[in-house]
């Protein structure tokens, strides 16, 4: 599976932004696909998931802030984010796993500064 994210940038304390990760197959062929993040000098940690059939996974750190949604005609996940906080920036990673195999994206670089 390829994974291609877009939509990360800089942004301000409190606004929103949108990620896209599109996969070379259908969502249907995938058990698991969301979003990591990576922040400097920290672990990689979840940030959203979605099943394949449809129940979803967050941080504890991103519910209510966060959502993710999934184009299955477009092969595509989505991340809303919203009221976004400083403690959000990292390269925000796509994710996808199959049988009993983990891929991943490239990943997009989400940066909040005042």
């Known amino acids: 599976v390829q994974l291609v994210e877009s939509g990360g940038g800089l942004v301000q304390p409190g606004e929103s932004l949108r990620l896209s990760c599109a996969a070379s197959r259908s969502l249907f062929s995938i058990e698991t696909i969301g979003w990591y993040r990576q922040a400097p000098g920290k672990q990689r940690e979840m940030v959203a998931l979605t099943k394949r059939w449809g129940s979803n996974i967050y941080a504890d750190s991103v519910k209510g802030r966060f959502t993710i949604s999934r184009d299955n005609n477009k092969n595509t996940v989505y991340l809303e984010m919203n009221s976004l906080k400083f403690e959000d920036t990292g390269v925000y990673l796509c994710?996808?796993?199959?049988?009993?195999?983990?891929?991943w994206g490239q990943g997009t670089q989400v940066t909040v500064s005042s």
């Open positions: 994710s996808a796993e199959l049988s009993q195999t983990t891929y």
